[in-house]
């Protein structure tokens, strides 16, 4: 089924039992509270009790819990007889109310008896002026095990599974052969006798117990998505609605199914809402709509001019002392892991001695500028005259310590260790984040790191990663705590293959909701994201755009996360671009991306890019 997440990895069907060998089967081994069929163990419930207010998702817990089949077979009552049942049972009530509150004076079942006459009442009513419908609704289940042993204690845990839903379920013993026979698809209505346990539910409660829940996917308000390709509607994305346990995205899309351009207008409409945007871009395809929406272009190139600082610091929120403070020890014992672990890429070693150094240095820069704990200490008085020639009125941010200010004290103290820093100062192959940061990020809607420059040189590209990375943390994610913010990762299965750089897509995904920051994750590739990091990162995501992929990489896809073969059978097989299935929260449609022309002429791109 395309519109719903398979329920679980099935270990029934890798054997070769395909669904036309239920309908057909050699032979039942039939027993009080089993049956096997074709060497597969299964046991059939009916449904005893349902909770007294069912929601979309009451099944939930079934489909998820694996190898159990459901069945619904649901029968209209006409009205008349609706009508006719309610009267009976609002009588009973009325009566057992005269005869013990009235006459007899007793007051204790009075709220119950109230009630169920104001009920019966009510959905007398609501029948009778055609505003509802009554229906006959039997609830079958089936659980699946390839052992007797096995299905006995899965059963137990089903049935206590089910019970934390408020539904209790019991075994059609010595029925267990006519419970298969009405499971089946097969269209074969169980009778109506108590033993199947019909239950008297109206429209909403009929629904609820159906397997499709909803028509169409989306939010009522968010950024424009495109088109429900099945109903036509428009559909919305929220990512940070209420209802979405984590405003994280997950894309996935190979070569050409239109990934970038999908990207594109998705981050740009937030943009638009007036949240702020942070683009990681390995290939360079986001500069034009970032220049183009008033953002920052930093282009990571030894050649180009240094934008922001490493060493830069900014206030974090202490939940429990309920108060800002700046952790320097912190910035200095990452600063001196980062220039570790990029000398160690590189196959140096700096030692004990050598990171005792540049944790020394560092903290002594921050201290000669009087830097401490106290946020007020990163700042000083204005009134004074500043290197454009203009006058600050109120306070100002100090000068930050920069890379070359940090070697210049370990010269003093150990030259080997300078000496391997010099490629990280300005004019080194490494030097173009030694400089004082030209803008603030607060300044601007979106700043996009483009590390197309990188893409040859294997060093360059892991220092500009992690150093991007701790700047991110620090300024982009943590600095802006009340505002909401989107950081876009695009061809992540690069940064999937440096330990670090998981790490930090891990904590993002971990920790954004905390700082309203919104993790959204673009990959080409999913191999890279199939170990268990990858799939931590991915299961923190509350919404996943899928579009077209190669059938192989749809398989593992689809088989890694549990979506159904509807789902990997349509993603292999789509041929235009921007078209996917888009999943909100297990609720999933077949969407078209579109693109306005005003946003084609803002990418520089053509409409049939996306034909």
């Given at each position: ?580 299935v888009l999943d909100i929260m297990d609720e999933m449609?077949?969407?078209?991306v579109y693109v306005t022309p005003w946003e084609w ?11």
């Amino acid at each position: 089924m395309l519109f719903r997440r398979k329920k679980k990895s099935s270990r029934l069907s890798d054997g070769g039992n395909p669904l036309q060998l239920l309908y057909a089967p050699d032979g039942l081994a039939v027993s009080v509270r089993d049956l096997r069929v074709n060497g597969v163990y299964r046991r059939v419930y009916s449904t005893a009790v349902l909770p007294a207010a069912l929601v979309p998702w009451v099944l939930d817990r079934a489909y998820a819990f694996g190898d159990v089949e459901v069945s619904l077979h649901v029968v209209p009552v006409s009205n008349r007889d609706a009508v006719n049942k309610l009267t009976r049972k609002y009588t009973e009530a009325a009566s057992q109310y005269e005869l013990e509150v009235v006459r007899g004076g007793h007051i204790t079942n009075r709220p119950e008896l109230e009630r169920k006459m104001a009920e019966a009442e009510n959905v007398r009513q609501a029948i009778q002026f055609g505003y509802d419908r009554m229906y006959y609704c039997c609830l079958l289940f089936a659980v699946s095990s390839p052992s007797p042993d096995e299905l006995e204690a899965r059963c137990q845990a089903f049935e206590n599974l089910m019970a934390g839903a408020g539904i209790r379920v019991q075994a059609l013993e010595y029925w267990q052969d006519r419970g298969i026979h009405h499971l089946l698809p097969l269209g074969i209505l169980p009778p109506h006798a108590a033993r199947w346990q019909y239950q008297n539910l109206l429209s909403g409660g009929a629904a609820c117990l159906a397997p499709l829940t909803s028509c169409d996917t989306g939010h009522a308000s968010g950024v424009f998505v495109g088109f429900n390709l099945e109903t036509g509607s428009p559909v919305f994305l929220d990512l940070f609605a209420k209802e979405m346990f984590a405003p994280h995205m997950f894309v996935f899309g190979q070569t050409g199914a239109g990934k970038s351009v999908t990207l594109s207008v998705l981050v740009g409409r937030n943009i638009a809402c007036g949240r702020r945007v942070a683009f990681l871009d390995v290939e360079g395809e986001f500069r034009v709509m970032t220049e183009k929406m008033g953002g920052l272009h930093v282009r990571l190139d030894p050649a180009a001019e240094p934008v922001f600082n490493i060493l830069d610091l900014e206030p974090e929120w202490d939940d429990r002392k309920k108060e800002f403070y700046v952790d320097v020890p912190g910035k200095v014992r990452e600063v001196a892991a980062l220039f570790s672990g990029v000398l160690e890429h590189r196959g140096e070693k700096l030692g004990v001695d050598g990171e005792t150094h540049i944790e020394e240095a560092l903290r002594e820069e921050y201290a000669a500028r009087g830097i401490t704990r106290d946020p007020e200490s990163l700042y000083e008085p204005g009134g004074k005259k500043l290197a454009n020639g203009t006058f600050a009125v109120g306070r100002i941010k100090k000068r930050m310590p920069t890379i070359s200010d940090v070697v210049r004290r370990i010269e003093a103290r150990d030259g080997r260790v300078a000496f391997l820093l010099k490629p990280f100062t300005r004019g080194g192959t490494l030097g173009f984040l030694d400089g004082e940061t030209k803008v603030s990020v607060r300044d601007v809607p979106a700043v996009c790191f483009n590390l197309k420059p990188t893409e040859k040189d294997d060093l360059m590209r892991f220092y500009a990663t992690q150093a991007i990375f701790l700047w991110l943390w620090e300024h982009f994610v943590k600095a802006q705590k009340d505002v909401e913010k989107v950081l876009l990762v695009d061809e992540a299965w690069v940064f999937m293959r440096h330990p670090n750089a998981v790490q930090f897509l891990l904590a993002a995904a971990k920790r954004g909701r905390k700082y309203r920051t919104s993790l959204v994750i673009a990959t080409q590739s999913f191999r890279d994201f199939a170990s268990e990091d990858g799939q931590n990162i991915i299961a923190q995501c509350s919404a996943a755009f899928l579009m077209r992929s190669k059938p192989e990489e749809a398989k593992l896809l689809c088989g890694t996360l549990g979506y159904s073969d509807g789902v990997r059978d349509y993603i292999s097989s789509i041929r235009k671009r921007g078209f996917g299935v888009l999943d909100i929260m297990d609720e999933m449609a077949k969407v078209r991306v579109y693109v306005t022309p005003w946003e084609w002429s803002m990418l520089e791109k053509k409409p049939d890019e996306m034909a």
